[in-house]
């Protein structure tokens, strides 16, 4: 299964007035389950091969709630008049680099291309890469290294060229 046919599910899930989802396919099994928690869906896999982890999910599931009402918070912010706003293309971890010890992928000020690559977006062990979309600078970085982020959440502003 393609990682945009689960982000697809996910959205899809999220958006309906099911409570519950299965759905296996070639020995791997999603299982996906809302709830009264903060968390708009959990999503369990159960991959036909292991997997390895390279990089451990920063925030601790006790801080989870504090974590997204910031990004409500943010959410609620209207985008300033000439930025693009990068979002996040699904529900999952922000990480602003490839690993705990290398740079930033970007900084405030940082400039971009249309195919620049501006942080990680890890959901169900798999390492997402998030482009820059348009040619500009970054006006400002809107989540933090490690938070939760929702979909669509807004995560840059870009200057556009």
Known sequence: MKVQEIRE???????????????????????????????????????????????????????????????????????????????????????????????DYVREGSRVSKNSVVCIVEAMKLFNEIEAEVNGEIAEILVKDGQLVEYGQPLFLVKPE
């Open 9 to 103: 599910l996910i959205k899809l899930v999220d958006q309906s007035s099911i409570d519950e989802f299965e759905f296996e396919l070639d020995g791997a099994k999603i299982k996906m389950k809302k709830n009264a928690e903060p968390a708009a869906g959990t999503v369990f896999v159960q991959p036909a091969a292991p997997v390895e982890m390279t990089r451990p999910a920063a925030v601790p599931a006790a801080q989870a709630p504090a974590v997204q009402e910031a990004a409500a918070e943010k959410k609620e912010q209207p985008a300033a008049e000439n930025l693009h706003t990068i979002t996040s293309p699904m529900v999952g971890t922000f990480y602003s680099s490839p690993s705990p010890e290398a740079d």
